[in-house]
């Protein structure tokens, strides 16, 4: 009786009822861990030996962790986590934090919501009193704002954590550390746990409204010695979804052998201790799906559920409608965003991103802009000083200079590194880290560029590396580095070249030559190999006449030749020519989908021009693109003016820069040099000559000089081709020129080659009644009848004289059925009348052609979104036979049936084939009415009106077919 401290009350009952009366905080019923198992005796007259006390199962000792886990719509999330504990010891401790005291309780809390879900703080809290005996003890308490949750504009995620179900287990069971010998042995005896017991988290968890789980997660069953870890999913019919994670220890007592079991099971688990659900927005996957009338819908809808929400309105515009195109929209829709919530980070950094593109919804082109962006960036990080996204946002942006131009002139790029300084802080960023160590270079910050290059991966670490090493030590240690870097000698040649790049933007062209002859020593380099070192070049100097055609490319590739631009490169003697200007982006555009990269390309395009001098007083040159330049760059001319080199004009329509040269040259009496000059621009523009299928459309200047014989080319036929190339050109000089020389021509073939270069002036300076006028004395002459009927059916349609024009067109038909322009014309002009019976009927022949071309099935189809039916028949008749050449009037046209078709997503396609083929400021009228037609299919009003006061406001090259959608 020496060891006696307190006796155990025995109950006889079915099953019999065991209770210890020390245990203040146990139930009736329930004993601790050291009273079980024992041999006892039980006082009673019956008692005939002792009685081993039962050992409770895991079911009897559990803790059940029920956590509901409600995302928010935007941000952290709340979770609420209510805890159950049966079992002396789990009930015991329970009562003794939480339910001692109501603050010490809430405390506890706390400190258990913070470190289990990252809460913010403490909402609700709820405990049984400490002398409940009513059932298992149960607390609840409420997590706000937790970082386990998380919602984004386009995803959310949850993160299920069940790290105590692996270290519930006692510190024994687990692998001793050190490197004590004797503890690396194996185990030899058995373990017995101070008591069997189970834990189990259940979680409830609901996404955000328009959320969906994304992926699937596998259940599993793990053996951990002589316990088992389970894991169960479920997804339900409302969208939430279920977890349950389970450990059970099974038996109290361990053998040796499950305690080694455990132990190697446990190194692989433990590393893992939670899981990540992740939910798609299921707007964003309509838009992926290409279905963003649905994504819109969607997000119409709960907005109007809502009663006004930031967040969706900033989701709308940043994952919706700049992915749709919709760009005006998307401004608007960030605005109410940042209205309703002003301080909401994420409403300001939406409204950077739609400012931070252009109408079509193209990042920094077209009519983006920077200051607004620049000032919505800067408002995010105000908002929210802590978003690692915002500062790299607004990082970003000030990396490049007003004109979207990275490390441009102005770019605040030092701003720029303080803050992926900030981000790096507290978030390992690849991005961050690369972007950092690239700014660093370029502010030639040597130490710190190399300390923050050798944190980055891959082959940039070693470019940045090299290009520090060739400016600290020598281009030459640097070559021998890479050399030794890269044994493979293609791979060695495109590092190389990647240095040799890295040298050309930071200003060291010497040491990027020197490494640029080294790659040319590799062996084994292609051919192929050799074009793309020779791409590489740098820009020329600006004393170089290469230098303003570079530019006009650099410029024309990143989407800036507005004419305010571009007008600084040309010659104050010509005038910007805004179709050449689009064709040039158009044509980079396609050859930036044919190589590696933007750069790749832009390098090719710039070192793909050959420069030659044409004439020495003036000093002009000329320069041209390779002939295996895969995309036509035109021939352009460069003249030597106030101090600097600056573009003439294009060949061969828009060199009256040149023809005011050649009439200087002849007014100072210097004829043979002004002979010399037009039988290098006239013959030099060589393949850029065109013409129609019909051989209509060559510029009369070809003829008027290169017809003539070199005896009869004097001062007079100079003037007179001069003033065709001015003509030709759109100055309005050539007028009075024209009309002169037309005056004293005593031939007729002589009067109808003057007669066409006055169309030709007319036509560029839209003087329509002239221009009709001088069409049709063209028309009397056999040798140009055909364009002088098309001169005057263009001068009576920029006049909008639809019945005039009616007259001359079934006037040309009548002579030749077979003229498939005048039928077309006829069609047109009924159709600009109003006549819809007569209109049908031309078009109907017009469709009935055999011989129909791309140009008739395009007025067929613009007839019919004039009277209708657009059906799908409309539309395939007009891409089977009429996208040969695909222009962009084809995508506009295109564009505008499918937006009739009530099909915006397919619509939205097209129309940036065509835009993205065109020079925004200079876009042609259609392209603003086919986004009109979009905008009002997707149902934004407000943006398709302002769409057609563009519409109505734009320059067009067809005046015929916007008078039929009636604006």
Known sequence: MGVFNHAIVYVEANPPIWIDPTMADARTGSLPPQDQGRLALIANEKTTELVRIPEAQSKDASLRYAVEVRLSDFG??????????????????????YADGEKSGREAAEKWVKQSFGAKSLGRFEAMPRDDMSGPYKITAEGLHCSTTSTNLDDATAELGYGELLTSFPAGLFAPDGDDPESKKPRERDFILPQAFRIEYRYHVTPPPLYRIGGSLTPSETKLGGAV?????????????????????????WTAAEVEAFRAAIKQSLPSTSDTLTFASETGEYVALGQTSKAIGLL?????????????????????????????????????????????????QALGWAYEHDTFGRRMEGNWNSAEDLRCAR???????????AKMDLASLLERDERGTRYGKGARVQEAVDLYREVLKNWQNSLAQQNLATALLLLRQWKSAKEEAGKCEGDLKTVLLAAISAVEEGPERATANLSSAYPDPRQRFRMFLRTVSALNQIGEPEKAQVITEAAARIPGVSEEDTRYRDRTAALAPENDPRSPVQRLITEAFRGNTAAAIAAS??????GVDPSRLRRIQGGLLALRRQVDSDESALSFALSSIITEKICDEPEIYRTS??????????????????????????????????????????????????HHLLDQTVSGAGGDWGSRPDGTGVPSIRALWSGMTPELRGANSIRLAAAGMIGLGGGARALPILTEARLKATKAFDRAQIDKAICEALARTNKWSELAAAGKTLEASAMFSEEGFRYATQGLAGAKKWAELDLEARKRYQLNPSNRFALRTVALAKALQGDGPATAEWSRKLAASPLADSEDRMVSAWIALRFGPVNAQTLASLQKYGGQGETALYHYTVALLFAALKQPEKAQQALMLGVDSEEYS?????????????????GFAGESAAALDRARAARTDHVELMSLLRL
């Open 922 to 938: 200079q876009l042609d009228a259609v392209a603003w009415a086919a986004y009109a037609r979009i905008c009002e299919a997707y």
């Open 379 to 389: 408002k995010a990080v105000e908002m929210d000083p802590d978003s690692s996204s």
């Open 625 to 674: 693109p390779v002939s295996t330049m895969p995309v036509k760059i035109p021939t352009m001319y460069v003249m030597a003016e106030d101090g600097t080199y600056r573009i003439a004009g294009f060949a061969p329509e828009s060199m009256a820069a040149i023809g005011e040269v050649v009439l200087g040259l002849v007014s100072k009496n210097k004829i043979e040099p002004a």
């Open 569 to 574: 490169l040309f010659s104050k003697r010509s």
């Open 300 to 348: 119409r809808e709960r907005l109007g559920t809502s009663g006004g929400s930031a967040i969706l309105h900033a989701r709308l515009s940043r994952l919706v409608l700049l992915s749709a195109g919709l760009g005006g929209a998307a401004v608007a829709e960030a605005k109410i965003a940042t209205e309703l919530d002003p301080k909401l980070s994420v409403a300001w």
């Open 229 to 253: 870890l389970s894991r169960q999913f479920s997804k339900n019919a409302d969208g939430t979804v279920d977890a349950t994670y389970r450990v059970d220890s099974g038996k109290r007592r």
């Open 76 to 97: 952290p999330g709340t979770v609420t986590a209510s805890l159950d504990a049966s079992g002396t010891l789990s009930e015991a401790v329970l009562r003794a934090v």
